[in-house]
Nanobody, 129 residues
């Protein structure tokens, strides 16, 4: 069983940067695919980024491609989402999720085809002008 805790959200102006973290408070993230999702007010949850446990490949949704970077620190048992060039439309609650089902891939997780097994409680990111 993995328990995930996000942190690092906050207020930022457009064009600014934030790095949010996803730490495993229990269990290990080794062998898990890690993904970030977000939910804006009044909108459905959407997949943002994912790093595959199988080969370490990273995946991004089109709105964040080129601005966000997902990476993981296996020694700290933590995953991160570096967000640069933030836009107002990036505002929302960001959730990290983990899964180790071997038959599914990042595209399926991000697209909502398959739900991930473990979720954090979310961290709020607000981009305002």
């Amino acid at each position: 069983q993995v328990q995930l805790v996000e942190s690092g959200g906050g207020l930022v102006e457009p064009g600014g940067s934030l790095r949010i973290s996803c730490a495993a408070s229990s269990g290990l993230l080794d062998g898990y695919t890690i993904a970030w999702f977000r939910q804006a007010p009044g909108k459905e949850r959407e997949g943002v980024s994912c790093v595959s446990a199988a080969d370490g490949s990273t995946h991004y949704s089109d709105p964040v491609k080129g601005r966000f970077t997902i990476f993981r620190d296996p020694y700290d048992n933590t995953a991160f989402l570096q967000m640069n060039g933030l836009k107002i439309e990036d505002t929302g609650v960001y959730y990290c999720a983990a899964d180790r089902k071997p038959d599914y891939h990042c595209a399926q997780f991000l697209g909502g085809v398959v739900d991930m097994d473990y979720w954090g409680q979310g961290t709020r990111v607000t981009v305002y002008s």
